[in-house]
């Protein structure tokens, strides 16, 4: 279990016998909550993808997200796996730092040839790892964790998951057969009535929570002799 440490929540235990083989090598990641993951994200992958390195995907959790369309974890998961097959795709907390590959390969790195078959453990190295990543998402270090940031520029068009579930909530499906790789457009049109519900649950879900928090805030403030404004500076600051 401690060799399968980073890829995820719930990982099983297993025999002394059914450990698997550990490949020590530099890899490619992309992160985020993808609600939805967009032809935006798809390029940032692409890119990845294109470093030759083993890639891995790390599927956030997001919160509070405007008009959220309330996706499983599980379900972007296997959305991102049906799209691009030669990625491994995990979830957690944390950016994986090993994980399992996802199909048989052949990595050279540095003059070193990797034979990796598929289920083997693959352990990111601190030296040579890469987490790309959009414009819009560059930290000011450049770093995160064990893993430089490669920044993927937007474009003077660069596309937004909070636009996108604007598009859904108004059930534009042209904008979405532009802006969604394949099958997340045929996975989004052809739920989209569920999906506006959701959004819909969802965010009066949210505004009961603000309307609470409105409440309480006005009442302390009028302890202190203080109209309550959401605007205005809290009087105890």
Known sequence: RALTRGM????KWGSAGALPNVHTLPVAAVSGAFSPFHMGHQKVLDAAQKSGLPTIVHVAAGKNRKHDIGLSIGRKSSLIKEGNPGVAVASGSNLPENFRAPKDMVVK???????IKKGDVIQATAEGSKLFVGSDRMSKSGVRGIYNQVEVPRGSRGLSATEIRGDIMSGDRAALSKKLPGNWNKFISSNLGDIQRQQGMMAGREAKKLAVINEEKARLWGKMGVPYSPHARNPAL
């Open 109 to 115: 790195i540095g003059g070193k040839t990797h034979n």
């Open 8 to 11: 995820g929540e719930n990982q």
